[in-house]
């Protein structure tokens, strides 16, 4: 009931930028939190940074100062702005978002995932 498309990663130079781009399509009533996780080869997925409706933001250590999270509200779309990217940012993308849908008379609120990007940063 909630489809999550993520666009914007690929290979990029240390010490440069990308923009990731997450937008939510369906039937669904609202976006509530929605958030960018990541996971390298062989670790487990880890949080990047989470951003709420209302625009409070919460980032993991390592990409303070470093990466920005935002949404458009209206376009239901995250975005995660990328800079002084280092080789351990290396990793595939997700973007989550937790989605409220009807289920008869009653809603219902589920996180959905999307597909991830790939993101390298390598010389």
């Known amino acids: 009931q909630v489809q999550l498309v993520e666009s914007g990663g690929g290979l990029v130079q240390p010490g440069g930028s990308l923009r990731l781009s997450c937008a939510a399509s369906?039937?669904?009533?609202?976006?509530?939190?929605m958030g960018w996780y990541r996971q390298a080869p062989g670790k487990e997925r880890e949080l990047v940074a989470t951003?709420?409706?209302?625009?409070?933001?919460n980032y993991v250590d390592s990409v303070k100062g470093r990466f920005t999270i935002s949404r458009d509200n209206a376009k239901n779309t995250v975005y995660l702005q990328m800079n002084s990217l280092k080789p351990e940012d290396t990793a595939v993308y997700y973007c989550n978002g937790d989605g409220t849908v009807w289920k008869g008379l009653k809603t219902t609120t589920t996180t959905y995932w999307g597909q991830g990007t790939q993101v390298t940063v390598s010389s």
């Open positions: 951003i709420t409706r209302g625009g409070i933001t």
């Open positions: 369906g039937a669904f009533i609202s976006i509530n939190a």
